[in-house]
Structure formats: structure tokens, C-alpha cells
């Protein structure tokens, strides 16, 4: 099992920043690819950002490339979103998740943390 929590969300005006962590317990945190997923008002759930093991490979959605930087500190079991220029078309519940190495799909997620965008 791998517990995840994640922090940092807030409410921010347009063009602001805000960083989100993800903190990790359980087992070896380097064995896990790690995304950031988000949940905007009314809609379904959509991937934002993924890091793979080493954090030496990263992807993002188009709607968040340029602005999002997602990385990783495998020493202190964390996975970070540093997001700038942010819309209010950004808010939304985000969330992180855990892929076990060697699979296809995320078999952990956290609780989420609330990012509201304002105009």
C-alpha cells in the first residue's frame, strides 16, 4: 500500500502561481511512476502531468504545457506540481496518484486538495 497526501492548494487570482506537493508513504517511492490528476466543478476526472520513476521523463496535458512543471524528490518521498500563469479554467479538485512500475494504470490516489482560480 502507498499512502498519498497531497497540499498546497488554495485559492489564487489569474496569472498567480501556486505549488502543489504530494507526500508518499509506504512502500520504496522510486518504484512508482506519479501523476497529478484533476477534478474540475461538473466534469470528469483528467490527467494533468505524469513523472516517470527517476523523474528523468515527464508529460503533460497541452492544456497545462508551459505552465505546469511537475517533478520529484525520491529522498523525501514527494512529488511536486509548480503551476504558473494559472486560469479559472484550472480549478478544479487535483489529485495525485501512483503507478506501480511495469503497469498501465495509477492504484493509488490521495484525497485531493482544492485549486480555485479567480478572474
Known amino acids: 500500500q502507498v499512502q498519498l497526501v497531497e497540499s498546497g492548494g488554495g485559492l489564487v487570482q489569474a496569472g498567480g502561481s501556486l505549488r502543489l506537493s504530494c507526500a508518499a508513504s509506504?512502500?520504496?517511492?522510486?518504484?512508482?511512476?506519479m501523476g497529478w490528476f484533476r477534478q474540475p466543478p461538473g466534469k470528469e476526472r483528467e490527467f494533468v502531468a505524469r513523472i516517470s520513476w527517476t523523474g528523468s521523463n515527464t508529460y503533460y496535458a497541452d492544456s497545462v504545457k508551459g505552465r505546469f512543471t511537475i517533478s520529484r524528490d525520491n529522498a523525501k518521498n514527494s512529488v511536486y506540481l509548480q503551476m504558473n500563469s494559472l486560469k479559472p479554467e484550472d480549478t478544479a479538485v487535483y489529485y495525485c496518484a501512483a503507478q506501480p512500475r511495469y503497469t498501465s494504470q495509477y492504484d493509488y490516489w490521495g484525497q485531493g486538495t482544492q485549486v480555485t482560480v479567480s478572474s
Open positions: 509506504g512502500r520504496t517511492f522510486s518504484n512508482y511512476a
